[in-house]
């Protein structure tokens, strides 16, 4: 991995150009409520990298796909402090499971 460039957004803040490798985003379970009919647990992580990771609620993927892309490819959310993080939660409104996607380092 190689980060040659700090750009800047319309926001003004940091966002990161990458050249090379991808990082991988690791999504670590934060909070569970209910039955999580995947099994989610508390303190659970689940890489995401190239691949589909096995084992993840579908459901949970599709939500978080986005947001993982975001981080992999240099972004950031304008309302999280860390621009390395997010938090988003499984569609399920009735056993929400509320993941942190982190950017790993390579």
């Given amino acids: 991995m190689c980060r040659d460039k700090i750009l800047y ?3 003004g803040r940091k966002q990161l150009h990458w050249e090379g490798t991808m990082p991988d985003i690791i999504a670590r ?3 569970q409520k209910g039955t999580c009919e995947a099994g ?5 992580e ?7 990771p096995s084992g993840m609620c579908s459901w949970a993927f599709y939500t978080l ?7 992999q490819y240099g ?3 304008p ?3 860390d621009p390395d993080k997010t938090t988003v939660a499984c569609p399920d409104p009735t056993n929400p499971v509320v993941f942190e996607l982190r ?3 390579l």
């Fill in 65 to 71: 796909f986005p947001f993982a892309e975001v981080l």
């Fill in 103 to 105: 950017r790993s380092s």
């Fill in 40 to 44: 989610h647990k508390v303190g659970q």
């Fill in 29 to 31: 379970v934060v909070s």
């Fill in 9 to 11: 957004n319309n926001t």
């Fill in 75 to 77: 972004g950031s959310f």
């Fill in 79 to 81: 309302w999280e402090e």
């Fill in 46 to 52: 689940i890489v995401i990298g190239q691949q589909t």
